[in-house]
């Protein structure tokens, strides 16, 4: 079974969630993004968990308010059930102008829960 349009869409605004909750400092919705035993690794560090992602969330948006996540070129592919898939990332600083801070690449692997399409792990490499 390959991936619905609905779960394409459902897909695209986890990404979006994703982006919104960390730059809100939204700690537990950036990790409700995520499964319970989930994993990040952006590079410096990885989070597992609930709570470990959760206060990554939150730090990120304490310590750069002015941080704004932008994912593009999204591709995802899937049986149904789990999914493949990834982004390019632009991240900046719009506090005192708007400087780029970040580029890189989103490798994502998903779940569907009984909650939703759900990231399992996603690993940011930094161009």
């Known amino acids: 079974m390959t991936l619905t349009a609905e779960d394409l869409t459902l897909i695209n605004a986890l990404y979006a969630r994703y982006n919104t909750a960390i730059d809100t400092g939204d700690g537990a919705g950036f990790a ?6 989930g994993h990040l690794d952006t590079g410096m560090g990885g989070q597992t968990g609930t709570e470990a992602i959760a206060a990554f969330g939150t730090g990120t948006h304490e310590t750069l308010p ?3 996540h932008q994912s593009n070129n999204i591709v995802v592919d899937g049986d149904g059930s789990t999914a493949s898939g990834g982004a390019f990332l632009v991240a900046y600083n719009v ?5 780029v801070m970040a580029t890189g690449r989103y490798t994502d692997e998903l779940a ?4 939703g399409w759900r990231f399992t792990s996603r690993v940011f490499v930094a161009d």
């Not at 409700?32 to 035993?37: L, S, Y």
């Not at 506090?95 to 400087?99: A, D, H, R, V």
């Not at 569907?112 to 909650?115: E, G, L, N, S, Y």
């Open 112 to 115: 569907k829960t009984d909650a």
């Open 95 to 99: 506090e005192g102008g708007y400087t």
């Open 66 to 68: 002015g941080l704004r």
């Open 32 to 37: 409700a993004c995520f499964t319970p035993d």
